[in-house]
C-alpha cells in the first residue's frame, strides 16, 4: 500500500523560506520519478517540480524557478522541497506523488502539508 506523508509547511512571511519533507513506504521510492503538486484555496492541482529517479534530472514549472529545489534521499525513501524567496502566490496545499510531468494527478498521494505566504 503506498503511503505519502508531507510534513514541514506552516505560516511564513513573503521573502520567506520553508523546507517541505515527505516520507513514503509501500512501493520501491528508487525506482519512481517523484513530483510535488500543490493546490491553491479555490484552484485546481498544479504541478510544481519533478525528480528523476537517480535525483539527477529536474523539472520545476516556471514560476518557482530559481526558488525552489527538489531533492530526494532513496536511502531514506524521502522527498523534499526547498523552497525560498516565498511569496504570496505560493500559498497552497502541498502534495507529493509518484510520476513525471505527463502522469495524470489521479496518482496517490498524503493528505498534504498547508503552506501559508502571508505578512
Known amino acids: 500500500q503506498v503511503q505519502l506523508m508531507e510534513s514541514g509547511g506552516g505560516l511564513v512571511q513573503p521573502g520567506g523560506s520553508l523546507r517541505l519533507s515527505c516520507e513514503t513506504s509501500?512501493?520501491?521510492?528508487?525506482?519512481?520519478?517523484m513530483r510535488w503538486l500543490r493546490q491553491a484555496p479555490g484552484k485546481g492541482l498544479e504541478l510544481v517540480s519533478v525528480?528523476?529517479?537517480?535525483?539527477?534530472?529536474?523539472y520545476y514549472v516556471d514560476s518557482v524557478k530559481g526558488r525552489f529545489t527538489i531533492s530526494r534521499d532513496n536511502a531514506k525513501k524521502t522527498l523534499y522541497l526547498q523552497m525560498n524567496s516565498l511569496k504570496v502566490e505560493d500559498t497552497a496545499v502541498y502534495y507529493c506523488?509518484?510520476?513525471?510531468?505527463?502522469?495524470?494527478?489521479?496518482?496517490?498521494r498524503g493528505q498534504g502539508t498547508q503552506v501559508t505566504v502571508s505578512s
Open positions: 525528480i528523476q529517479s537517480g535525483g539527477d534530472s529536474a
Open positions: 506523488t509518484t510520476g513525471g510531468r505527463r502522469t495524470p494527478f489521479t496518482t496517490p
Open positions: 509501500g512501493f520501491v521510492f528508487a525506482a519512481n520519478a
